[in-house]
Each structure stands twice: as structure tokens, then as C-alpha cells.
């Protein structure tokens, strides 16, 4: 069953631990995005791959990091450094092509107590 | 980089009438303008999209209009359903040569339908 999965659904963690996202894809797209949800502030786009080895920063990178070390994989590392990381988390992908749809994860909340 | 208004944030409808949706685009180069609608507790589906070399595209009881001069595009619902309750969100793209394959979300809205 083709599809984009994301792990976990449902994370808790303290102040100060940074904390990894996984999203995993066998659609075969070459691209790939992260994007953070808020209440009013739409999806704003956190990083985004378009190949293998190869990711640019988007409008909210600070405190996240990613890597794409194999195009199934795009996992996203939410630092200590970010200031105000509780949110909801949705990553999604797409073919190459700037104009094919983007087909989204079921995302992860991710809570700082 | 590009910027995308999306209006209303919240809008409340009867059964049976319309619902129109509108986003500005800062980006002249945005050639690629899709519609995404997500229920609540779900992830965002692509409902519509259209591309820059037309003004309008319909899908039963949606329709997308696009006005490149001054750049806009409007969702429209017609005979709107208690199903289509949810939240909308435009998006813009320049899917040109030498894209960067960034696509670019308005703010949403929450469409709610009344029976």
C-alpha cells in the first residue's frame, strides 16, 4: 500500500531535548517537505529536498535540522534551539516535477513540557 | 520570496449556498496555484489546481479562478454541503525552469457549513 508515513503520532518532551521526526515515503518522489502547523498560520515550510544528499532551507528553518540520506527518508531534528517547538508536524512529498500534487504524512504533535 | 494572503480565516455558511475562498501571491513567477483541503483530525488532500496559462477550472461543484495581472485566485463552492466543512488552504509555486520546488501555503480557512 503506497503511501508517506510519520512516526509518531504523538511525542512528549522536556525543554532543552532535541527530538527526531521520522517520515518515510514509497511513492518513489524525489522531493520531500517538512512543514509546521499552527492554528492561523497556515502550513509554513520548515526544509525541503528535491534529491538525495541535497535539502534547502525553507521560511522557518532555525532550530531544525534535516538529512536525506536515502530518497525514502527525509527524518526532521527539532533542536533545542527552537524556540517554541510544540506544534503540529506534517511532512510530504511529490514528484520531481514543481507542479505534481504533494502528498502529505498524518503528521506528528510534538509537545514541550 | 514569494508570500501568499489567503481571506477569510473563518467562514460561515448555510447548506445549499456558495463559499468563496480568495489568496494574493507576491511572486509574478508563480505559475502553479493548487487548492488543499483538510478535514479535521486528517491530512490536506489537492482538490483543485490550476496552472498560469488559464483563467479558470471547474470540478463539479468547485471552481478555481486565476487573475495573473492582479495576482489572485479564488476558490469557489457552489450548493455547499455539511462535507465540506473544513479547512482550506491555497498554495503557489513557480514551477518554472530553475524552480526551486518550494510551495508556498496561505494562512487557511476554517469553511463551515451549517444544515
Known amino acids: 500500500d503506497g503511501g508517506i508515513t510519520q512516526s509518531p503520532k504523538y511525542l512528549f518532551r522536556k525543554e532543552g531535548q532535541n527530538v527526531t521526526l521520522s517520515c518515510e515515503q514509497n511513492?518513489?518522489?524525489?522531493?520531500m517537505y517538512w512543514y509546521r502547523q499552527d492554528p492561523g498560520q497556515g502550513l509554513r515550510l520548515i526544509y525541503y529536498?528535491?534529491?538525495?544528499?541535497?535539502?534547502q532551507k525553507g521560511d522557518i528553518a532555525e532550530g531544525y535540522s534535516v538529512s536525506r540520506e536515502k530518497k525514502e527518508s527525509f527524518p526532521l531534528t527539532v533542536t533545542s534551539a527552537q524556540k517554541n517547538p510544540t506544534a503540529f508536524y506534517l511532512c510530504?512529498?511529490?514528484?520531481?516535477?514543481?507542479?505534481?500534487?504533494?502528498?502529505f504524512g498524518e503528521g506528528s504533535r510534538l509537545t514541550v513540557l | 520570496g514569494e508570500n501568499v494572503e489567503q481571506h477569510p480565516s473563518t467562514l460561515s455558511v448555510q447548506e445549499g449556498d456558495s463559499a468563496v475562498i480568495k489568496c494574493t501571491y507576491s511572486?509574478?513567477?508563480?505559475?502553479?496555484f493548487p487548492w488543499y483541503k483538510q478535514e479535521l483530525g486528517k491530512r490536506p488532500q489537492l482538490i483543485i489546481d490550476?496552472?498560469?496559462?488559464?483563467g479558470e477550472k471547474k470540478d463539479q461543484r468547485i471552481a478555481v479562478t486565476l487573475n495573473k495581472t492582479a495576482k489572485h485566485f479564488s476558490l469557489h463552492i457552489t450548493e455547499t454541503q455539511p462535507e465540506d466543512s473544513a479547512v482550506y488552504f491555497c498554495?503557489?509555486?513557480?514551477?518554472?525552469?530553475?524552480?526551486?520546488?518550494?510551495?508556498?501555503f496561505g494562512q487557511g480557512t476554517t469553511l463551515q457549513v451549517k444544515p
Open positions: 510530504a512529498s511529490r514528484t520531481g516535477t514543481a507542479t505534481g500534487e504533494l502528498f
Open positions: 511513492l518513489n518522489h524525489d522531493a
Open positions: 529536498s528535491q534529491i538525495v544528499n541535497d535539502f
Open positions: 511572486d509574478s513567477a508563480s505559475n502553479y
Open positions: 490550476i496552472r498560469s496559462n488559464v
Open positions: 498554495a503557489a509555486s513557480n514551477g518554472g525552469s530553475g524552480n526551486t520546488g518550494k510551495l508556498i
